[in-house]
């Protein structure tokens, strides 16, 4: 009986798992809730890219978006961006709130993911053989709490490997010690599967993070080699069982790096020593742009620890030289384009500089351990170090308050000093009262790594820097998403055909699918480079990954078949329709619909970089004859030779056209070879033209059309991934089922 009893006590390592989770998640929510980040208001966390592109992807994965939109530019795949943004099993906290609560479930998603990684560092701790103690919530929450979380929680699906990095290095350690782990492959492919560019950075991490265990285990070369292959075996087996994931994300990612261009301005260095130096106190911000500084800040505690970790005696020198190259490598990782190009997958990003920071974060916990666990073996005169430090930073302490806030360099200057106190009487005083001091040290820590979230989060909000950003309050977007929604629906919801609804607010880019209507701009790190260049060169606007319709001219609007306008602003060439409070919504009437009859002659232009003159060009393209006819006359000849839509449901658009030569039936969606087109029953070829849009080729007469999209890189990358898990875990029956059996008795 007393037995029984005794199993279903909950065990202490599942205490601190369940503790460092509360923990954190009460921190998270006093830093947030400092600043008017509650859940309920009055401030959002609609700024930057949750503003732009997060609040309307999930929107539309409420819709049901998830291969295929008509909302993002002008329609087409979605499944690059599904990946990129949405694929988390944590999006699916969103259907668990109302629309017009969507800001608190973005808000829950990050504290649970935060506070999830929390516990994955406990369970890792644990599962490493560290003493289960109060310690242990000591380094969980430095972990989950570093400043990389406060500065990139904006993009929260990069938060989802912060919660599979601890099991995955809980895994290498097994593989170094015993040669395998056969579990590895689930929690890669869970890692590829949540956010499959981060889980690039990640799995180098990971690689790089193996050689460093087995050199200091003492393997030899060979035997690194061998467990660094095994590991790059499992990481495929991963890869094949993400398939339906990666497979889409691949061929999305590669297309639209195309775009990418270079950030750095330095041209040798990505930052100034003063900038990295400023980085090492409490709470200071300096940018969530391109030029800053790595955002490394884990926890002064951290810092000293590292620092004691070389000054043991118990650590080998072997060791340290090795812990030493490794933190010297990630640091010109972060100094030199070069090596930083290399971590962000050949791309260099667009803002949020350093997205592998939080490798190196780990790292410094990880060193910081083993530092705390030979602090009794210190000499004393080394927990004077940061004494030393703190005296000098208090001389200096005018020369600091010019770039850093008053509130960051007392903070640290007190850190500097509390800290060795406690470490020093933890490495006097015997076994039974150490429970108690470091109970006062996570007490301390708790409160700097809370106080370090609050003070970034505070200058995010309100430092004037090249990329702060105010919180808005969230009745502001929900005031101006009703605005729209009245309007939209007042004026589209019985509209026959596909036209398409522009917005010229610039923090509008991918209103399309959150909205529900058939969109013109889009802002994606999955984004089509070829219509961002159409764009550019007939008027409309793109840059780094994006393109926007502006007002342009009739002409173009009318080609790219924007019939409605959202707009603060008049538009000249439009009739102001209908207006809402200071929206107004404008028509253009000779707009073109989806797809329409042109000569074949249109398959031959080149536009060059004048924007008049290769809109000369394409009018001139599109007149089926040399007769000289205006504008007015060759759009309404256009909309005669038009597609009749008879259908128009989900990935499949059906209609009728008539027209009275040979010519082409040119599409104004981006060519895409997951199109299938079928006139009059047969299938039919399509090709790009314009470099850009897709064409087919059309016979006199009237004939029926239907243009489907099938995601095919999706039903493939599904069969691969079934089959994968199907397979792995066949194999890894056998392998159990070989290794319990017992040989007979002869």
């Not at 017009?100 to 490493?128: G, H, P, R």
């Amino acid at each position: 009986m007393k037995d029984i009893v005794l199993k279903k006590k909950i065990s202490l390592p599942t205490i601190l798992c369940a503790a460092s989770f509360a923990v954190t998640f009460l921190c998270l929510y006093i830093a947030f809730r400092a600043v008017g980040l509650g859940f309920f208001g009055p401030k959002s966390i609609l700024i930057s890219d949750m503003r732009q592109q997060y609040i309307d992807f999930f929107m539309a994965l409420r819709h049901g978006d998830i291969f295929y939109s008509k909302g993002l530019g002008l329609g087409g795949d979605f499944m690059g961006t599904f990946t990129y943004y949405l694929s988390s099993p944590f999006s699916l906290i969103i259907f668990l709130f109302k629309k017009e609560s969507l800001q608190t479930a973005l808000l829950l998603i990050i504290f649970l993911k935060v506070s999830l990684s929390s516990s994955s560092f406990s369970y890792m701790m644990t599962n490493l053989g560290y003493k289960p103690d109060i310690t242990n919530i000591i380094f969980s929450v430095s972990y989950s709490l570093m400043s990389f979380v406060f500065y990139f929680f904006i993009n929260l699906f990069w938060l989802d490997a912060l919660i599979w990095l601890p099991i995955i290095i809980t895994s290498v350690q097994k593989i170094v010690e015993h040669g395998a782990d056969h579990k590895m492959p689930f929690f890669l492919s869970a890692l590829f599967i949540s956010n499959f560019y981060i889980s690039y950075m990640t799995g180098l991490f990971v690689a790089l993070f193996t050689i460093y265990l087995c050199l200091i285990s003492g393997n030899s070369l060979k035997e690194t080699l061998k467990k660094v292959l095994m590991l790059a075996g499992y990481a495929l087996v991963a890869a094949v069982m993400s398939a339906t994931i990666l497979i889409p994300a691949a061929k999305n990612y590669i297309f639209s790096s195309a775009g990418a261009t270079k950030y750095n301005l330095y041209q040798t260095f990505n930052f100034s020593t003063k900038q990295m130096i400023s980085k090492l106190f409490i709470g200071h911000y300096d940018s969530i742009g391109n030029f800053a500084a790595p955002t490394i800040f884990c926890g002064i505690l951290i810092f000293i620890l590292v620092l004691f970790f070389f000054f043991s005696r118990e650590i080998s020198v072997k060791e340290k030289v090795l812990t030493a190259l490794f933190i010297l490598f990630f640091f010109l990782s972060f100094l030199l384009p070069s090596l930083d190009i290399v971590w962000h997958a050949f791309a260099y990003p667009n803002s949020f500089a350093y997205r592998y920071a939080f490798c190196f974060s780990f790292f410094l916990i990880y060193i910081a351990i083993r530092g705390f666990g030979k602090i009794k073996s210190l000499p004393y005169w080394v927990f004077f170090i940061p004494v030393i430090i703190s005296l000098l930073l208090i001389l200096s302490k005018h020369r600091l308050e010019n770039n850093l806030s008053p509130a960051s360099v007392k903070s640290t200057i007190f850190a500097l000093i509390i800290y060795p106190v406690i470490l020093l009487i933890i490495r006097l005083v015997d076994i039974k009262r150490l429970r108690f001091f470091a109970f006062i040290l996570s007490a301390v820590v708790l409160f700097e790594l809370t106080l370090n979230g609050f003070l970034i989060l505070k200058d995010l909000n309100e430092k004037p820097t090249e990329s702060s950003h105010a919180f808005p309050p969230y009745s502001l977007w929900l005031n101006q998403r009703n605005l729209k929604l009245a309007l939209l629906d007042r004026n589209t919801g019985g509209e026959d055909g596909y036209f398409r609804t522009a917005d010229t607010s610039l923090l509008s880019i991918n209103e399309g699918v959150s909205l529900r209507y058939n969109g013109v701009s889009a802002f994606s790190s999955c984004y089509n480079p070829k219509i961002q260049d159409l764009y550019r060169k007939l008027g409309y606007w793109g840059e780094y990954k994006k393109y926007k319709y502006i007002p342009a001219s009739s002409f173009i609007d009318s080609f790219f078949g924007v019939k409605n306008v959202l707009s603060f602003t008049e538009i000249p060439y439009m009739e102001q329709h209908d207006r809402e409070g200071m929206l107004s919504l404008y028509r253009l009437n000779t707009a073109l619909p989806v797809a329409f009859a042109v000569p074949s002659k249109i398959s031959y232009v080149e536009f060059g970089e004048n924007v008049e003159h290769n809109r000369s060009l394409l009018e001139e393209s599109l007149k089926f004859d040399e007769e000289k006819t205006g504008t007015d006359s060759l759009l309404s000849n256009l909309a005669e030779g038009s597609l009749k839509i008879t259908s128009l449901k989900g990935m499949k658009v059906s209609g009728d056209i008539d027209v009275n030569t040979d010519c082409l039936l040119l599409f104004t969606l981006p060519y895409d070879d997951n199109y299938s087109l079928k006139i009059d029953g047969k299938k039919t070829s399509l090709f790009e033209v314009l470099d850009s849009l897709m064409a087919a080729e059309l016979s006199e007469g009237s004939h029926n059309v239907t243009l489907t999209y099938y995601p095919k890189e999706s039903i493939v990358g599904l069969l691969i991934s079934l089959l994968a898990l199907v397979s792995y875990l066949v194999f890894l029956r056998k392998k159990s089922s070989s290794k319990t059996q017992k040989p007979l008795d002869v």
